[in-house]
């Protein structure tokens, strides 16, 4: 495994040392996926059954799982998972309860009242990757926000295991999620029955949830129709990069790199550090790691797309992780802790040698869906808020339109809109 030295590359050198995995041809990715949400809005459940049977080689009797299926969730999930599941619930219902915003009101001159008021998103769509694992987390960090929020309607779609269902532990996250419709349909072909709707699927206003090139594809272009429903964020494959110092435990180190990189063979795993001799010291430790991981095929594959890049100290790091910003960051530094305010770019920060990603994974509380591929940037980690919709209202008394009344007027004017001075004008006449 190759050690990028920093200082030695240019500019442009840089940049490709930070580049992503590269994914399916943008072209040809686009053009499949608007084939397939075509497909789903003509034929619609049909679509569904035929694309479960290419895509699934699974033949399903209903896409709509029964209460009876989820409720019976309970008697196939050991206590240990249950009690799991249940930790990671209450935890992840705290954090997110703290986060209810408050409204406002403001009177910002005499006789004119603004407010800002929140509601919760009616209806929402949550996408639950299948794949290679089936992951309940991924329920609970979605269902959990979405109940706190108060969304009326929580649709659940997953891709159909063998058995023509989907597993026991995400039937009963969703329980205590109060979710209870769940439909057995997964990739692209479930966010078009999302957004556009079928004979068993009622559209959604908004939809959330990760997934790979497909999903993440189709959800920007749902997003786009008109009518079409809001999306979470552009979230693709995995990511992780460490900042570690001379002092981190290699161990930990590499601990942290493979849990990422079993996730899926597109996933990225990223260390830098000012210590040349502690990433060899994380290279060996992950040879050694890999040999006795139940995924190992996987995240060896993904072990192609790691950097492990040398810089001259703990600074010139934070500047690669600014300028790469990572789905994940974590920080094995001497007094992590005060490099925070120089950690710009990031969905989530894992701070000390003791946070591990699998923490905010799984049960620590905070949301795992974050933005990938540098979109962290721009986007945050999902939370309370985007479940809600904030909108304002203002109220006026005839005194409050007769003090603002003229800048009204003259703002009017000053654009050449005439009926918005006279709504105005002809108020204060009467």
Known sequence: MKIIDWGKLDKNAQQQALSRPAQQSSDTLKASVSEIISYVAQEKDAALYA?????????????????????????????????????????????????????????????????????????????????????????????VAAQVAGCQRKVLCSPPNAQGSVSAEIRYAATL???????????AQAIAAMALGTESIAPV???????NSFVTEAKQQVSQ?????????????????????????????????????????????????????????????ITKQLANLSRKEIATEAMQHSRFILTDNVQTSIEVSNAYAPEHLI???????????????????????????????????????????????????????????RYTVQELSYEGLQTIGPAIMSLAGAEGLDAHRQAVAIRLEN
């Not at 979710?179 to 997964?186: A, M, R, S």
């Not at 429903?229 to 493979?258: H, K, Y």
């Not at 802790?337 to 989530?348: I, W, Y």
């Not at 701070?351 to 905010?360: I, K, T």
Request: proline fraction near 6%; include cysteine.
């Open 51 to 143: 694309l479960n049977k290419k895509f699934d080689k699974v033949d399903v009797p209903a896409l709509r799982l029964s209460v009876k299926d989820i409720e019976s969730s309970a008697n196939s999930v050991s206590d240990e998972v249950k009690q799991a599941i249940q930790t990671a619930y209450d935890n992840i219902k705290r954090f997110h309860e703290a986060q209810r915003p408050e409204d406002i009101q403001v009177t910002t001159q005499a006789g004119v009242l603004c407010e800002l008021k929140h509601d919760a998103i009616a209806s929402v769509g949550l996408y639950i990757p299948g794949g290679t694992a089936p992951l309940p987390s991924t329920v609970l960090m979605l269902g």
């Open 177 to 187: 999620c109060g979710i209870d419709e769940i439909y057995l349909v997964g990739g």
């Open 205 to 211: 206003d908004k939809i959330f949830g990760p997934g």
């Open 225 to 285: 129709l008109a009518g079409g429903p809001a999306i979470d964020m552009p979230a693709g494959p995995s990511e992780v990069l460490v900042i570690a110092d001379a002092q981190a435990n290699p161990a930990f180190v590499a601990a942290d790199l493979l849990s990422q990189a079993e996730h899926g063979t597109d996933s990225q795993a990223v260390l830098v550090s000012e210590s040349d001799a502690l990433i060899q010291a994380v290279q060996d430790e």
């Open 331 to 389: 920080v094995q530094v001497a007094n992590a802790r005060e490099q925070l305010p120089l950690l710009k770019n990031a969905g989530s920060i894992f701070v000390g040698q003791w946070s591990p990603e699998s923490a905010g994974d799984y049960a620590s509380g905070t949301n795992h869906v974050l933005p990938t591929y540098g979109y962290a940037r721009a986007y945050s980690s999902l939370g309370l808020a985007d479940f809600m919709r």
